[in-house]
């Protein structure tokens, strides 16, 4: 089985402030989600459309504010269907900050771990290189 | 407050990958991004990072913002940007991250929801 991919950032809000984001269909459409469907009860829905990917599954657990588990997978995707794999997100408080920490589990294949592992420091590193292989117009 | 809430993120689809990559083909663009990714600045608080000046910056700006890498937005006389990250999509695609990307958009959201009220953190 593949390695879990974690991600992790800090925001500048308490956990109870951040948690509603991965409940709320109204904040999801904030970072996330093009359109957001979620009835956040274990065996609720967790649906999202994903710059264009239908992104579905069903939540786990649900311990706001510091515990979210969901499962996911992309509608139509044989290779990634909808509950193949898990999405843990834990939102651990830190003075009046949170540290939120996504550990994605189960995902099917090599390509798919990497593709969510990279970060943004490392995509403009990529990017960078890519581009100055490139002739200027 | 709460200036263009609802409605989600915007345009899409229209930045083609050759010239964002063409855009990006320039260490002080890059930095402008570097500088912006997390955060809304105006040009001269931009400008004030470079050695160059405000002229060449604000060329820059205007390639990236044609290329559909920043977003601007008006406050009075001051013109604010932003960047969008939709606008790499095309490349995105092909490098496939995800959620260190997400995780970003989501600070972003929340610290923008709930500004705090003394200093702000950073990174």
């Known amino acids: ?137 | 407050m709460s200036g263009s809430a609802g409605g989600g993120p915007g345009t899409t689809g229209t930045a083609d990958t050759d010239a964002v990559l063409r855009a990006l083909a320039d260490p002080h663009r890059r930095d402008i991004i570097r500088l912006i990714h997390d955060t809304e600045l105006p040009a001269g608080q931009i400008a004030q990072h470079f050695t160059l000046t405000q002229q060449a910056v604000s060329q820059h700006i205007t390639v990236l913002k044609k290329a559909g890498l920043l977003g601007e937005r008006r406050e009075g006389t001051r013109r604010l940007y932003r960047f969008h990250s939709d606008a790499l999509m095309p490349v995105r695609d092909l490098l496939e991250e995800f959620w260190p990307d997400a995780l970003q958009r989501l600070k972003r959201a929340v610290e923008r929801d709930h500004p705090k009220k003394k200093g702000a953190t950073r990174q």
């Open chain 1, 1 to 137: 089985m593949s390695e879990p991919v974690i991600a992790t950032v800090r925001i500048a809000a308490p956990p109870d402030v951040v948690f509603p984001y991965f409940t709320d269909p109204a904040l999801a459409v904030k970072w996330i989600a093009d359109a957001a469907l979620l009835d956040a009860r274990p065996g609720g829905t967790f649906s999202l459309d994903v710059r264009g990917n239908p992104a579905r599954g069903e939540y786990v657990e649900v311990d706001r504010p510091h515990r979210v588990v969901f499962t996911w997978g992309i509608e139509g995707r044989g290779d990634f269907p909808p509950g193949s794999s898990t999405v843990e997100v834990v939102l651990q408080p830190d003075g009046d900050e949170t540290v939120v920490t996504l550990t994605h589990r189960n995902l099917p294949t090599e390509e798919h771990r990497r593709s969510h592992r990279q970060g943004w420091g490392e995509f403009l590193g990529i990017l960078g290189e890519v581009a100055s292989a490139t002739p200027r117009a």
